[in-house]
């Protein structure tokens, strides 16, 4: 199991998105940061900026009778900036018209206040959401390699499902949090927090308003060049065209399954997770076949003897397809798979109502379209 939050995209997300809603802000090129530290410890603050995926400092500050420090900030736009506390408190900060104050206490890890620029004041509230979630996903990591290393079958299961609904939850906690805070910038900070597959159509409406108001930023327009090439395998399309040979060579479409629920399904021989979840899906298609249900099970396996092979050992009685290129598939590319396994759910007419579906989430979705 993977991380589902990584701190490293937070930051270079940070420098993609400025959006405002409404009528376009003006500002004059100028602010004022300043603030008080209370308790601090000797040496002096530092305040970077964000650009492109790197952190550039931009000044020291000098700390004043007191603790206060007031430093004159010239921006260009919208951005995003840090404000390191001696090393011992990193203050993220978005800052577009608004003067910003920081009071801080060093004794005390937890007095944080912001005031002044309500888009800094919206990337506080991200970033709390960022950390709640991410300690709760290093319990369950830790959970995790501790169910690995008994090899304890059920629990490794239960903690997969576990993490799934967490990031469902924790989406829609997301979205919620960012539609309050739709007329700032910073809300666009929280994609990170997002999963771009299934919350595309949220994240694309953010990012279309964004570029109403500046249609002439690069980093606006390269997530939308993203969002476009995502466009083509979001909820409500068509799903892509898949042709390819069987395990006898027969050339097999995608497209022959229609008028079926069709799970496509990106898994391999050698990966453990697409092994382990397998007896799930043979379940639920021997439950559900007659009804109406298909798999289209699409192997990014090298050797023809390993696919063949696992797929008589798993008992995988559905259509199977490969060109055994690993993720060099035509198929993995066209679906951007970058790791496996990973699924596509599809209607009747062959458009993508879900994705990645697997566990209890596919067995639900199953019983929510059949039952």
Known sequence: MKYLFNISCFIVLLTLF????GDKRVFDGTIKVSGTLTNAPEGKPVL??????????????????????EYELKLEGPGFYELNLMDKKIVRLALYDQDVQIFYDFDDE??????????????????????????????????????MSKRDQEAIKAIQNKAMEMESVQGQKVKETLEEMRGSFAAMAGISLLNLKNDFLFVDQLVSELNEKYPDTKMIQVMGN???EMRALSIGQIAPEISLPDPDGNLVNLSDLRGKYVLIDFWAAWCRPCRQENPNVVKLYNEYNEKGFEVFGVSLDRTKDAWVKAIAEDELTWTHVSDLKYFNSAAAALYQINAIPA???LDPEGKIIAKDLRGASLENKLKEIFN
């Open 110 to 147: 937890n007095s944080l206040k912001i005031e002044g620029s309500e888009d800094s004041k919206n990337m506080l509230k991200i970033e709390s959401i960022m950390t709640e979630y991410q300690e709760k996903l290093n319990e369950l990591n830790d959970a995790y390699f501790e169910a």
């Open 226 to 228: 993203q969002l476009n």
């Open 48 to 69: 970077s900026q964000f650009v492109d995926d790197s952190n550039e400092a931009i000044d020291e500050l000098e700390l004043k009778s007191g603790g206060k420090f």
């Open 343 to 345: 699924t596509y759910m």
């Open 18 to 21: 400025s959006c405002s809603t």
